[in-house]
T-cell receptor
Framework: AQSVTQLDSQVPVFEEAPVELRCNYS??????LFWYVQYPNQGLQLLLK??????LVKGINGFEAEFNKSQTSFHLRKPSVHISDTAEYFC?????????????FGSGTRLSIRP | DTGVSQNPRHKITKRGQNVTFRCDPI?????LYWYRQTLGQGPEFLTY????????KSRLLSDRFSAERPKGSFSTLEIQRTEQGDSAMYLC????????????????FGPGTRLTVL
């Protein structure tokens, strides 16, 4: 079975500072990896995904993530955050290839931006 | 905008009552998923359909929960004899499959139905 661990439940940062949200996953088979964002009172929006190929994945809103198979990690980074990045961020995984179906989510990291 | 829609957006009920939620997926999406999200947690998978067939159910889906997708379009999720522990956000998502599995087809999420059981 697959699982996802988000190591930080809350991350406070100052505006324009860099941020890294940490994510580790566990799986005995190949998986696809995702980061979703959830703004207050809204649904989930896909930030970026890793399916295969280059381990550095770029997403929307200036976010990027790096897949590290040896460390089973998929950390999310942004070089300079804005107030509008305040949201809950979820790391997630699903089975790779034609088996892809349900998504397993981490418990989330709340990113709060201080002016 | 023809995204995933869910109704109602909010539902308050008393313990022991039955509730039903509806999800309308993106047109021509043959897969439909239900997830539940409790406060401070990530969404948890409940069940999914491919067309009208229910292909997988989580152990979280107790006997009081039932989901249907009778014509392969919209879906309903019913909770019978609600309990306070059922209070959560119920999310629906849809995607399409291309049959080959060579590309990943993104799941698009609806805004959710927030259930409060008093």
């Amino acid at each position: 079975a697959q699982s996802v661990t988000q190591l930080d439940s809350q991350v406070p940062v100052f505006e324009e500072a860099p941020v890294e949200l940490r994510c580790n996953y566990s799986s005995s088979v190949s998986v696809y990896l995702f980061w979703y964002v959830q703004y207050p009172n809204q649904g989930l929006q896909l930030l970026l995904k890793y399916l295969s190929g280059s381990t550095l994945v770029k997403g929307i809103n200036g976010f990027e993530a790096e897949f590290n198979k040896s460390q089973t990690s998929f950390h999310l980074r942004k070089p300079s955050v804005h107030i509008s990045d305040t949201a809950e961020y979820f790391c997630a995984v699903t089975l790779g290839g034609s088996s892809a179906s349900k998504i397993i989510f981490g418990s989330g990291t709340r990113l709060s931006i201080r002016p | 905008d023809t995204g995933v829609s869910q109704n109602p957006r909010h539902k308050i009920t008393k313990r022991g009552q039955n509730v039903t939620f509806r999800c309308d997926p993106i047109s021509e999406h043959n897969r439909l998923y239900w997830y539940r999200q409790t406060l401070g947690q990530g969404p948890e998978f409940l069940t999914y359909f491919q067309n009208e067939a229910q292909l997988e159910k989580s152990r979280l889906l107790s006997d009081r929960f039932s989901a249907e997708r009778p014509k392969g379009s919209f879906s309903t999720l019913e909770i019978q004899r609600t309990e306070q522990g059922d209070s959560a956000m119920y999310l629906c998502a849809s995607s399409r499959t291309n049959g080959t599995g060579q590309t990943y087809n993104e799941q698009f999420f609806g805004p959710g139905t927030r259930l409060t059981v008093l």
